[in-house]
């Protein structure tokens, strides 16, 4: 099975001083800042997901500024995100139009021609045809409770197959030497078979179920079983914005070859439970925001209920346990008394019975990514960008790898 990241510009600065939280006096933002395939001595996933959304700032999110979008019109995918340079090279590029970014408007803003000519600047490998997002599932439960489906979603399924059977058409006009994927959308198992049948009568061996990134992993993954029994020999499935690291042998049982998700990056700092991710579990990362970094320990400095220096001081008395504890000097119970002081300050919480279990086990200390080797216990602090990214790419090296061993049947 192949692991697809979704590209949104996520850089980091290779030069970083973490001790200093400094970056080097030279650095060019963006010029100097490498991807993960770059910094990790092994690129973390098979290829990228580039989304026409994304890069043109579709639904407001200006990820790329003017000039970056020119330089990977101009240059190709692979020269723009270095991909040849990565220590396992070729990685692969797939299209998408983030259908997301659109999914409150009528119909899809883009023509086929428009996005196949964004396909083709990029000079992917994979394309992904045109689609609308069905904004939602038909549960057993609400068909046992006699809830019908929206006349909405037919018309959504019925928009993407009409742009899949013109997109194969152009595609193939236009000569393309990159592999066509049609792209389903459903409500249901059998609106989503329904939906890959008729993908395949027009011609496609590459399917991708859309839609599907926020369900409950049964649905997705009676989804998935209901499609394959309508799968022909040769037909390959991608799935979505989905990893389910659990299911991937079901999945791939199941006739499913690729997948994309941000999800390794997002939960290294946007969730509460799973912001460090192992091959056995996840860990919270410990809540450490820089003094300047926090709002509400700004209020508090600014209503004079503290002072600046002292909430520094308590801040860096962190900081010296925490490296201190990671050259075996300090005890666990002498951090957890610092976190907690200073975690009390600037959200009024104490969670070290969760810091407890991750520094008890010291998971970084087993893990053999660059990530880790280089930062040590800092990868287990959600504080900046630096930090958190990079913890991001280490998650992205544990999906990576619990992939891999499906792929060779191990
Ligand atoms: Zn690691």
């Not at 997901?49 to 019109?73: E, K, P």
């Not at 489906?149 to 018309?155: F, V």
């Not at 013109?166 to 792209?183: N, T």
């Not at 504080?383 to 998650?395: A, D, L, S, V, Y």
């Amino acid at each position: 099975m192949k692991f697809f990241y979704p590209d949104s510009l996520d850089l980091v600065d290779p030069e970083f001083d973490f001790k200093s939280e400094e970056h080097s006096t030279h650095r060019v933002r963006h010029r100097d800042d490498v991807f993960a395939h770059e910094l990790l001595e092994e690129a973390p996933y098979h290829g990228l997901l580039v989304s026409r959304s994304m890069v043109y700032g579709t639904g407001g999110n200006q990820r790329y500024r003017q000039s970056q979008r020119f330089r990977l019109l101009r240059t190709g995918a692979r020269r723009f995100f270095e991909t040849d340079q990565a220590p396992n090279a070729p990685l692969q590029i797939m299209g998408d139009c983030g259908a997301y970014a659109y999914v409150e408007q009528e119909t899809p803003p883009v023509t086929v021609d428009e996005v196949l000519d964004f396909y083709e600047s990029c000079r992917c490998d994979y394309v992904l045809s045109v689609d609308h997002v069905i904004p939602g599932f038909h549960t057993e439960r609400q068909k046992s409770e006699g809830k019908s489906i929206r006349e909405e979603w037919r018309r959504r399924q019925e928009i993407t197959l009409s742009y899949a059977r013109f997109f194969l058409k152009e595609h193939q006009a236009r000569d393309h030497s990159s592999v066509p994927i049609g792209i389903a959308q459903g409500w249901d198992g059998d609106s989503y078979a329904q939906a890959v049948e008729a993908l395949q009568k027009m011609g496609y061996d590459y399917v991708a179920l859309g839609g599907l990134a926020s369900l409950a992993t049964e649905d997705i993954a009676s989804t998935v079983e209901r499609v394959s029994g309508v799968l022909r020999d040769a037909t390959r499935v991608h799935l979505l914005g989905v990893s389910r690291a659990r299911e991937f042998r079901r999945f791939q049982n199941w006739g499913v070859a690729s997948f994309d998700s941000t999800m390794p990056l997002r939960q290294a700092f946007m969730d509460d439970k799973h912001n460090y991710h192992t091959p056995e579990k996840d860990y919270l990362a410990i809540r450490l925001p820089k003094v300047t970094g926090s709002n509400q320990l700004q209020k508090k400095v600014n209503e004079e209920k503290i002072s600046a220096s002292e909430a520094f001081e308590h801040e860096q008395k962190c900081l010296r346990a925490l490296r201190r504890f990671d050259r075996d000097k300090a005890s666990v119970e002498e951090v957890l008394d610092r976190v907690r002081k200073y975690e009390l300050l600037f959200n009024g919480r104490d969670q070290t019975d969760k810091y407890r279990e991750l520094l008890e086990d010291r998971p970084w200390k087993y893990c053999d990514c660059t990530v880790c080797r280089r930062l040590g216990i800092e990868v287990t602090l959600l504080r900046g960008k630096e930090r958190n990214k990079r913890r991001g790419f280490h998650n992205m090296r544990v999906l990576f790898e619990k992939v891999a061993p499906a792929l060779q049947g191990r």
